[in-house]
T-cell receptor, first 114, second 115 residues
């Protein structure tokens, strides 16, 4: 069974900490994405990547950065965590050719910044 | 700009009945794709159904069907014979016309199936 795995289901971090959220996919997908999900706002795209070492800003990149050193791994970095970054973070991947099937998502990381 | 609107924050349905979840979209592009995802309490987003803008027939996948009304820019999800396991958040999404790997999501509808 194909998988997108997010390393943590729940995280609690302090304001100002540097936070790493890890995502690994085993489908050899070219494209990977980070979204945040907030009640009433749906999913908003933070960053995405088409290839190793390639990244593009999504709709809400401020306060975040990403790293993709290997095809299967896409990391989201909160440089200095703030309380307004408390949210559910969802990683997804897709194969460009499989447009009819959309994304494959991970189970999410619920981050609380205190 | 592209936009997805889901106007029903929460809905209840009796087990074994059918339910329709509303979705309207806004785009000026002739080519686009529409998707529905289910998110149970476990958090994982599960792909349900896809409709292409040029598809002549409404999409169906088992108990899920998509009522696609192009002129009204609506793509409602119909779940027939609701089951308790259908209780979840449901998101409508549209694929970006120029970037096939970029999606826009609605705010979601929380469906509760009552026994």
């Amino acid at each position: 069974d194909v998988k997108v795995t997010q390393s943590s289901r729940y995280l609690v971090k302090r304001t100002g900490e540097k936070v790493f959220l890890e995502c690994v996919q085993d489908m050899d997908h070219e494209n990977m994405f980070w979204y945040r999900q907030d009640p009433g706002l749906g999913l908003r795209l933070i960053y995405f990547s088409y290839d190793v070492k390639m990244k593009e800003k999504g709709d809400i990149p401020e306060g975040y950065s990403v790293s993709r050193e290997k095809k299967e791994r896409f990391s989201l970095i909160l440089e200095s965590a703030s309380t307004n970054q408390t949210s559910m973070y969802l990683c997804a991947s897709s194969e460009g050719a499989d447009q009819n099937y959309g994304y494959t998502f991970g189970s999410g990381t619920r981050l609380t910044v205190v | 700009a592209q936009k997805i609107t889901q106007t029903q924050p929460g809905m209840f349905v009796q087990e074994k009945e059918a339910v329709t979840l509303d979705c309207t979209y806004d785009t000026s592009d002739p080519s686009y794709g529409l998707f529905w995802y289910k998110q149970p309490s476990s958090g994982e987003m599960i792909f349900l159904i896809y409709q292409g803008s040029y598809d002549q027939q409404n999409a169906t996948e088992g108990r899920y069907s998509l009522n696609f009304q192009k002129a009204r820019k609506s793509a409602n999800l119909v779940i027939s014979a609701s089951q308790l396991g259908d209780s979840a958040m449901y998101f409508c999404a549209m694929r970006d016309a120029y970037n096939f790997n970029k999606f826009y999501f609605g705010s979601g509808t929380k469906l509760n199936v009552k026994p």
